[in-house]
């Protein structure tokens, strides 16, 4: 952290937007390259060469490049030919491509509460929604710190045909055990939205990790041909095969998409300090000002992909907002529990309760965290949230 913070030519400090990007590497030679070598479609060499990343990154037996997380979720929700019989489980308290995906193939929806340690699904409350009609189950690890993978396996014993799928939009280069996030379940999802710890704009990833899966996930993605085939000499023509839709992600964002991963270690250093510094600065006040921070749980390796905090209630959340913006911080908050919302209910396969979800909502504040945030920012970011979160704690 070695950039200093930004005044603006009246000598006002700037204030502190939630995320930036930034150019780390090669980003704007490769897109270049991209487009003077002409294929800007999707599979051309940069696509290559980012796949090949996060396949030695995560061990994936295929990597598929998406324009998105969402899309890279629907891909997998269209490989399981899901019917109005079946149900897939997904957290509560998850962004909603991860319940939509599957709703918009048809399946019902059985939304699983998450347990308070990761904010990961709360494994008994799966164990008491597993049935028959259960297809899949979708598993998020928060903010890039592993869901108690060890508890969903055990809840998932006694069901092996159920597909876990890992949405694993924050986890990249995280770990569990020592095993990469996104090498645990039959499938998984990365995303590279702009908010994310590599970028594209918009683009996302599906990791295969059963080699059988390949042949039909790679027709599939590729509008229901076997066009990859044909490029790959196997065919000599290729042909409309089964179900699909356009997947694949512009080589020219998998060029801008490259440069970010060969980035990597130096991005995850960045932002592993931004992370320990936020840490050292809030640590000491929490007990006594009543909040609470993340805690890595010590088999788990997180992906820094974001600092949260804990506040007592949603009314203090809310004035510590508040509060903050106008100080010039631009702290966020979510997710809004699926659950409860008019598209949760309505693809529900039947009403479930998700108190912690409920709770969690209301009480999670997320601080500004990109790469190049300062110290002297993270500082700044820290006192905003002290004075706040001491402001309300006064007796009125
Ligand atoms: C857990 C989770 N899944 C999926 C997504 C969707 O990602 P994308 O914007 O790449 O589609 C997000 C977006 O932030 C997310 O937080």
Same mark, same amino acid.
Not at 81 to 85: A, E, K, Q, R, V
Not at 130 to 134: G, N, Q
Not at 195 to 200: A, E, M
């Given at each position: 952290m070695d950039e200093t913070s930004r005044e603006n030519p009246a000598g006002a400090m700037e204030p502190i937007p939630f995320n930036r990007t930034a150019v780390v590497g090669r980003e704007l030679d490769y897109i270049q390259e991209s487009i003077e070598r002409g294929h800007t479609s999707s599979g051309g060499t940069f696509s290559a060469r980012a796949g090949q990343i996060l396949a030695e990154e995560t061990g994936a037996e295929e990597v598929l490049l998406t324009t998105s997380c969402t899309s890279a979720l629907e891909l997998s929700a269209l490989m399981l030919? !899901? #019917? /109005?019989?079946d149900t897939v489980i997904v957290p509560s308290f998850t962004f909603t491509s991860s319940a939509l995906a599957f709703a918009r193939q048809g399946a019902r929806l059985l939304f699983c509460d998450i347990e308070p340690?990761? !904010? #990961? /699904?709360?494994p008994e409350h799966l164990e008491s929604l597993?049935?028959?009609?259960?297809r899949a189950l979708v598993i998020v690890h928060y903010a890039g710190i592993a869901c108690d993978v060890d508890g969903i396996r055990k809840a998932l014993a006694r069901w092996p045909d159920v597909v876990l799928i890992e949405d694993n939009a924050h986890g990249l280069l995280g770990t569990w055990g020592g095993a990469p996030l996104g090498s645990l379940g039959r499938f998984a999802t990365l995303s590279f939205h702009e908010?994310?710890?590599?970028?594209?704009g918009e683009g996302g990833a599906l990791l295969l990790?059963?080699?059988?899966?390949i042949d039909r996930a790679r027709v599939l993605y590729d509008k229901g041909t076997n066009r990859q085939a044909f490029m790959l000499g196997q065919v000599d023509k290729y042909s409309w095969k089964d179900t699909g839709g356009s997947f694949g992600l512009s080589d020219t964002l998998a060029a801008y998409l490259t440069a970010q991963l060969e980035q990597r270690d130096h991005i995850q250093s960045r932002r592993r300090a931004v992370f320990e510094t936020y840490e050292r600065a809030l640590a000491p006040f929490a007990d006594d000002l009543g909040f609470q921070l993340a805690e890595i749980p010590p088999d788990r390796g997180s992906a820094y992909h974001m600092f949260y905090v804990l506040l007592r209630d949603r009314e203090t959340r809310n004035m510590v907002l508040q509060s903050m913006r106008a100080a010039g911080v631009n702290p966020t908050f979510h997710y809004v529990p699926l659950h409860s919302s008019l598209g949760g209910r309505r693809f529900a396969a039947r009403p479930t309760e998700c108190p912690v979800s409920e709770q969690i909502s209301g009480r999670l504040l997320r601080l500004p965290f990109f790469n190049d945030l300062s110290s002297e920012d993270v500082t700044r970011v820290a006192s905003a949230f002290l004075n706040a979160v001491s402001r309300g704690d006064m007796p009125s």
């Open positions: 030919d !899901l #019917g /109005p019989t340690q990761t !904010l #990961g /699904p709360d597993l049935d028959e009609t259960v908010t994310k710890n590599f970028t594209c990790n059963e080699a059988s899966d």
